[in-house]
């Protein structure tokens, strides 16, 4: 993802550390990540110490506050569900 950094920039978007570094530095309880782009694989790839305060979300999705605890548990079967694409995006 590093190596997306300068794209990012030209196009003013965050790259997910970049995005996940601005929930901690907020002290926010979650960090819902969105809007990921095509080219991308579906779920992105998070460092194990963004799991625990980190959750993602998809186009149209809602959350519900009383699910907030929840979504970071959500993660590990989502990789599962995604994994073939994930593969394919890294071939």
Same mark, same amino acid.
């Given at each position: 993802?590093?190596? %997306?950094? +300068?794209?990012?920039? /030209?196009?003013?978007? /965050?790259? =997910?550390?970049?995005?996940? +570094? ?6 926010? @309880?979650?960090?819902?990540? =969105?809007? #990921?782009?095509?080219? @991308? ?7 194990? /110490? @963004? =799991?625990?305060? =980190?959750?993602?979300? #998809?186009? *149209? %999705?809602?959350?519900? #506050? &009383? +699910? *907030? $605890?929840? %979504?970071?548990? *959500?993660? $590990? $079967? *989502?990789?599962?569900? #995604? !994994?073939?694409? !994930?593969?394919? &995006?890294? +071939?």
């Amino acid at each position: 993802e590093d190596e %997306m950094i +300068d794209e990012a920039i /030209s196009k003013k978007h /965050s790259i =997910t550390k970049e995005a996940v +570094d601005i929930g901690i530095q907020a002290q926010a @309880y979650r960090t819902i990540l =969105t809007h #990921f782009s095509q080219r @991308y694989p579906k779920i992105p790839v998070l460092d194990a /110490s @963004y =799991t625990a305060r =980190t959750a993602i979300a #998809f186009d *149209l %999705m809602t959350v519900n #506050f &009383a +699910d *907030l $605890p929840i %979504m970071p548990k *959500l993660l $590990p $079967p *989502l990789h599962l569900l #995604f !994994k073939d694409e !994930k593969a394919d &995006a890294d +071939d």
